[in-house]
């Protein structure tokens, strides 16, 4: 069989430990055999950070501005023990954050739905996929406890030194009191990014926030998405035959545990990090995430939602066997090449990215699993493989499946 061919490259950012190690594996046993693979490499490994004093982040946030998709393996964010463990000359910043920060995406997150692991909620049936604001609120405030009585107030101080004052409270005894704020600028790109992924992925869009209470923050939010939804999407959501709709934060609740899932919530900062956290535990497994970061610009960046799975490494390091799911990494280059098929008018791309990511849970569904996923399946007794195994159980459906 001829491989497939690539035009554009893929922007490859291999990371650390355990999914490093996952990394080699899926190239070598489900992408190279199969496609003509083209990437351009950054090591956003640990070292390498180190040694390029990080400029090897910046290079690969760059690259994935020039050829608008990028793949990335989960890397170590380094905090004290990282510190002596790589004797490193910085504590090094967050390549996830640095990477936000560059191409200034929304997150999105998606359960990996598969027979066998059911979800808690009855009524799920598709996936649920979690938009979230990462930029603002309570995650950039100022806070000051009020030791007693006294007035606190807001102010503002235009540029020209006009002051406008709102009152906080006139407090009586001890307190607290918290100063946030967001940017329309922020906030505008939210919302493109939410839309285009709405428009990308044939699903249905909810906001939710809390305007009846904030009538001026929260209130902002949802004037934002109108206004841009009203101007430069409606047309395009009603010939796709999707809708956008905002409701309150907690109605959304409350129709999110009766739906079926299928569609995408987009959150404030707050909302989203609390509600993701929810959503992927009551879908099953964090192994079984999808993570995509889109900036309004249209660049797109795939990676697996969890970590460099370290303890499972530390096995491995022994020469003890592992059995670490791999799924959510192999999404992420499922995700990323299907995406590269669609930019390029490459269809046997996007349908290799289809079938490989069909192999996956055809291989689940047949009782064949990593420890993580037999822990909490439905089907009777499963196949436990490690980490190897698994991977090319997957090959296996894969190929019967390209014969
Ligand atoms: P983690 O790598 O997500 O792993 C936490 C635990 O979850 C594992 O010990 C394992 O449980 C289970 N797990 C996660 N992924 C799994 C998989 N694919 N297959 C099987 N089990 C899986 O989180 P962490 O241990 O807190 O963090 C390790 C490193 O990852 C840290 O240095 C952190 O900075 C980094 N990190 C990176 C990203 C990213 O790049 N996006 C995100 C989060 C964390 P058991 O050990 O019980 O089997
Ligand atoms: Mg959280």
């Known amino acids: ?21 996952l990394w080699q594996m899926i190239k070598d046993e489900l992408l190279i055999p199969f496609i003509d693979l ?5 090591d956003l490994g640990l070292e390498e950070r180190n040694r390029t004093n990080d400029q090897v982040t910046i290079d690969s946030a760059n690259a994935t501005k020039k050829y608008g998709v990028a793949v990335k393996c989960a890397t170590i964010t380094p905090n004290a023990a990282r510190m002596t463990e790589y004797d490193l000359k910085e504590m090094w910043k967050s390549p ?37 604001h990462a930029y603002g609120d309570v995650y950039k405030a100022s806070e000051m406890k009020i030791p007693g009585a006294g ?13 406008t004052r709102e009152l906080i409270h006139n407090f009586t005894g001890a307190g607290v009191i918290q100063g946030q704020h967001n940017l329309d600028e922020s906030i505008e790109s939210f919302a493109h990014s939410c839309f285009k992924y709405a428009l990308d992925t044939k699903q249905d869009l909810w906001f939710a926030t809390k305007d009846t209470i904030s009538k ?11 206004e841009i939804f009203d101007k430069d999407y409606k047309e395009a959501f009603d010939a796709a035959g999707i809708e956008y709709f905002y409701t309150l934060i907690d109605d959304a609740v409350a129709r999110v545990m009766k739906s079926k899932g299928g569609f995408i919530w987009a959150c ?18 964090l192994a079984m995430m999808t993570s995509v970061l889109v900036s309004p610009q249209g660049y ?20 003890e066997e592992t059995s670490t799911n791999s799924v959510a990494t192999i999404f992420a280059w499922t995700g990323a090449l299907r995406k590269r098929g669609e930019l390029d008018n490459n269809p046997q ?19 064949k699993m990593t420890k993580d996923l037999a822990l909490i399946t439905s089907i009777q007794n499963p196949t436990v493989l490690n980490s190897e195994g698994f991977i090319k159980a997957i090959r296996e459906e894969l190929e019967a499946s390209l014969a």
Not at 1 to 21: C, F, H, N, S, Y
């Open 1 to 21: 069989m001829d491989k497939i061919k690539m035009t554009i490259p893929l922007v490859e950012m291999d990371g650390d430990e355990m999914t490093r190690i």
């Open 38 to 42: 083209k990437t351009e490499y950054y």
């Open 96 to 132: 996830n954050g640095t990477i936000r920060a560059m191409l200034d995406g929304t997150v999105f997150r998606a359960p990996i739905v598969v027979k066998g692991i059911e979800p808690n909620v009855k009524s799920w049936e598709k996936p649920i996929t979690i938009a979230r």
């Open 151 to 163: 007035k606190a107030e807001l102010v503002y101080t235009a540029e020209d030194g006009t002051e």
């Open 216 to 226: 001026k923050y929260d209130h902002t939010f949802k004037d934002i998405f109108q």
């Open 268 to 285: 404030k900062n707050y909302d989203g990090d609390v509600m993701s956290d929810m959503i992927s535990s009551a879908f099953g497994s």
């Open 300 to 319: 797109y960046e795939y990676e697996a939602a969890h970590g460099t799975v370290q303890r499972h490494y530390y096995k491995h390091l022994k020469g």
């Open 349 to 367: 791309l996007s349908d290799f990215a289809d079938k490989l990511e069909a192999a996956c849970l055809k291989t689940i569904e047949s009782g």
